[in-house]
């Protein structure tokens, strides 16, 4: 393989070359170029020069690791994390904060000009505690024979190997101390190697533990978990090999949330956002971005249990939310019941067959959210142009789909007139975005 050449820089050995970094992407890779390739170099920081190898050579780009460090970032600092270096969890911990959301907002920012032709700032980011935000976090579950030992934790970067966790900044001060004693008393299980994963989940009335396991549980197994939740006050769920879930004991309640002064039942299988702070802050932008009215008709779709659809239904006319996941909506009709709002309607649809034939579509909206999962909404697209709203709020978790959509609103008579990046879990490689789409005026 043939070695780079720069006259601003020396060559190593083969494969081996320094380079000075760039900038940083959304991933917490530094970017260097040599003779016009671009390098993404794991743990390299903007303007930091390293003797790097390369581990991955392309046509148009490379990547490499650093194999010796010839400068410091002011902006590089110490990882609160004692797992950092092996666990694959967060990616960005020895990245200052505010330079983890300018790269990500700038990354966004790249993404939507090149694919549109948009170049639309993705500032100002909303933001919120860089620690201990993390309100649900699945962990997985090794048993190793040999040891007769149970593993809890976190899979290693680009391996199947789980981290053993007993400590995880990122994750709520009260999940966090129940690592720990959770993992012991997980060892102490006769059925310890017929254990699937774990979830942790902070809601706001109660904390729960939900065990995936694969064998049935022995009486005492059940008194071991009976133990653990009385001393440690959490509410423990079951999944067994039926896929449905039960309550450890019955006094356990279903968990909850509130967002924009609504409350949120929901089973613990259901999806929510990890980072309350930051969902709190999404739904008021995005209500303030809709500017709803006593008059507005609103659709909501991929509107899950009602985290948009019940905010907005409290200011509107009336709304419908689309779900395709059908435990989602009817806990989405009871949370609308729980919060007595009577002005909505949720339907369980496909929202990539058939968009005409189904019962809301033929509805007249004049606003519309959608917040899909990393797919995008593709199958949805041309349908929102023919509704003709005159205001869309796209919420996304991945920009290369929220950037595809947006070419479909542009070309069919919208403009990008407000994007956000929305720092929801800092110090990993996730982006999350919001951004708001208004019908140009006929001419």
């Not at 081996?16 to 940083?24: C, D, M, P």
């Not at 100002?124 to 699945?138: F, H, Q």
């Not at 879930?245 to 609504?262: C, K």
Request: proline residues 5%.
């Amino acid at each position: 393989m043939a070695q780079f050449y720069s006259p601003n820089r020396r060559t190593t050995s083969r494969r081996q070359i320094t380079v000075i970094a760039e900038s940083l992407d959304a991933a917490g890779q530094g970017v260097a170029r040599v003779d016009g390739k671009t390098i993404f170099v794991a743990g390299l920081l903007p303007n930091e020069e390293a003797q790097i190898e390369l581990t991955e050579d392309k046509r148009h780009f490379a990547k490499a690791k650093v194999i010796r460090r010839l400068s410091t970032n002011p902006q590089r600092v110490k990882p609160r994390c004692g797992y950092f270096e092996q666990c694959g969890g967060c990616q960005q911990q020895h990245v200052d904060i505010e330079l983890q959301r300018e790269s990500k907002a700038l990354a966004l920012q790249y993404v939507m000009l090149r694919e549109t032709g948009v170049d639309k700032p993705a500032t100002p980011v909303i933001s919120g505690e860089s620690y201990g935000y993390r309100r649900r976090a699945r962990l997985g579950l090794q048993y190793h024979s040999k040891s007769h030992r149970l593993v809890m934790g976190f899979r290693k970067t680009q391996s199947n190997t789980l981290v053993d966790i007993k400590h995880c900044p990122v994750l709520s001060p009260d999940l966090d101390i129940l690592l720990e004693p959770l993992s012991q008393c997980l060892n102490q299980l006769s059925i310890a190697a017929k254990l699937g994963h774990v979830e942790l989940i902070y809601a706001d009335n109660c904390k729960v533990v939900l065990i995936r396991h694969l064998a049935p549980l022995l009486s005492s197994d059940k008194q071991k978990l009976i133990d653990f939740e009385n001393q440690h006050g959490v509410s423990i769920w079951l999944a067994g090999n039926d896929e449905n879930l039960h309550t450890l004991t019955e006094a356990s309640p279903l968990p909850e949330y509130q967002v924009a002064g609504e409350r949120l039942r929901f089973n613990p299988s259901n999806f929510i956002q990890v980072n309350a702070q930051i969902n709190q802050q999404m739904v008021e932008q995005a209500l303030a971005w809709l500017d709803i009215n006593s008059e507005d008709r609103v659709l909501d779709l991929f509107c899950g249990m009602g985290n948009f659809t019940l905010p907005i239904a409290r200011l509107a006319k009336s709304v419908v939310g689309v779900e395709g996941v059908e435990n989602l909506v009817e806990q989405a009709r009871n949370n609308a019941q729980l919060n007595t709002i009577y002005n909505v309607a949720f339907y369980n649809e496909n929202l990539e067959a058939q968009i005409h034939t189904q019962p809301w579509a033929a509805q007249g909206f004049n606003k519309v959210l959608l917040d899909p999962a990393r797919a995008g909404a593709a199958g949805v697209m041309e349908h929102l142009i023919k509704l003709m709203p005159e205001k869309i709020v796209y919420v996304s978790c991945n920009p290369t789909t929220l950037a595809r959509d947006s070419k479909v609103l542009l070309g069919g008579g919208y403009q990008l007139l407000h994007l956000r990046m929305l720092d929801m879990f800092p110090h990993t490689s996730h982006l999350e975005s919001m951004a708001l789409f208004i019908r140009r005026p006929e001419v």
